[in-house]
DNA sequence: AACAAGCGTGACGGATTCGTCACGGTGACA
DNA sequence: TGTCACCGTGACGAATCCGTCACGCTTGTT
């Protein structure tokens, strides 16, 4: 399906992944070595990026730096690997620019599933600047949101969360999810929160906010389509 | 270069308009009938369409609903044109999607300046979610500003000027046409707004901040490289 | 050199926005 | 049917953001 880089020095971990991710249908290439992930990177052009922070010899910050420094590579999507604990003030500090992170210890499962999301927001979202679904109309370009035509003011946080939940709509997105892709990694926002917001969305939608649907015990959703209302 | 529909009912006007977009390399298409619109746009596939507003028949303004409600259609830029004081109150309460707008009467030139202005900014922008420019990165989709590989924080007004700034870098970009870009068409600031936010964008990028360069009685301008600097 | 227009800057008040909390309602499950 | 976790909602204070003004410097022109 999807080409992934992994770059990892323990062989074990990297291959226990490699395997897992073949399994799923994506092509997974190992290195262990930092000194090689920019030319296998401009040679392979992977669609995604694994990089264990924890490297001998080149440090992975760096590396994820200059990934980012160089045009070619600065787009693509690369989720950081790290141990525990470790240097993780440093990267709170960073606010790396990361699509995704995890911490060891972390089941293949786990990093599978975040790969997928990855990919997810990845493919439908680049290169597209406005979103049509149904009666909305999602303008990126100029932070506007249209129904039915007429344009509606959102607030910074209320349009990313609106935007997060349309990109993939009739998906469940939970609310672990949701508070990481909109609010990022170091947040330490308080439990309803996430819910205030969702109900200053669905005031400012008007009777449209019924496309925002509660999953209960998992998250929320965006139905473009609404099913058809029982009789009273 | 580009395909341009002019939808407008006074034939003397679309035909000095035309006259003038082929002598600048554009070719221009003319209808004077409202309904024919939607055909001819699913046919011509223009790059852009300018709607005269006051139309025998059918409404311009429901052609421009029409046009932005239906997927195939809603992504094309528009240029609405209107009589001085006209409709001006419907229009800014709907405070259309429209991607310029211009008052009769106008000049040819300035319509196509107008033309260009979009193009520019339509060719550029659509399709990329990021910015690279010499040290910095503007991440549309996170709405994040990364200089060096560290992150910044801007305010939502912030933001869209540096994007607009940095879309078009090395180009002059008036006073006039960031108020327009930033703040939209109906937006009453003052005379000293637009400065008191290009000094707190130079503030929070820093020494970076030299990038914004005062063009002195025209407006402001994006460097990605800066001159060399002379020797005190 | 003197003047005027254009620009940079600091300060300030109002408006918006955001996070948090407490309370009540509702659905799930035994 | 009763209990509990989960969710909706209103209110409130703090923080941020934004527009405006006044003042002084700079630039370029006469």
Tied chains: 1, 2.
């Excluded at 420094?69 to 500090?93: C, E, H, S």
Aim: proline residues 3%; glycine residues 6%; contains cysteine.
């Amino acid at each position: 399906m999807s080409k992934i880089l992994i770059v990892e020095d323990e062989s074990d971990i990297a291959e226990l992944i490699s395997l897992h991710l073949n399994r799923e249908g994506h092509e997974a290439i190992c290195i262990g070595n930092g000194l090689q992930v920019m030319p296998a990177v401009l040679e392979q052009h992977p669609e995604i990026i694994v990089l264990d922070l924890m490297l001998p010899g080149l440090d992975g910050l760096q590396i994820f730096k200059r990934l980012r420094a160089d045009t070619r590579t600065a787009a693509i999507p690369v989720i950081i690997l790290t141990a525990k604990g470790q240097v993780t003030d440093k990267i709170a500090g960073l606010e790396l620019g990361a699509d995704d992170y995890l911490t060891k210890p972390f089941s293949p499962r786990e990093l599978y599933l975040r790969i997928s999301a990855v990919l997810r927001r990845v493919k439908k979202v680049t290169h597209v600047s406005e979103i049509q679904r149904g009666r909305f109309m999602l303008d990126r370009k100029n932070m506007k949101l249209f129904l039915d035509g007429t344009a509606l003011d959102l607030t910074t946080i209320e349009f990313k969360l609106l935007t997060t939940l349309m990109e993939n709509d009739s998906t469940v997105h939970s609310r672990a999810d949701l508070l990481r892709d909109v609010w990022g990694y170091n947040s330490d926002v308080a439990t309803r929160t996430l819910d205030t917001h969702i109900k200053r969305l669905r005031e400012k939608l008007g009777a449209a906010g019924e496309h925002i649907v509660t999953i209960r015990g998992t998250g929320f959703q965006f139905q473009t389509e609404l099913p058809a209302s029982q009789p009273a």
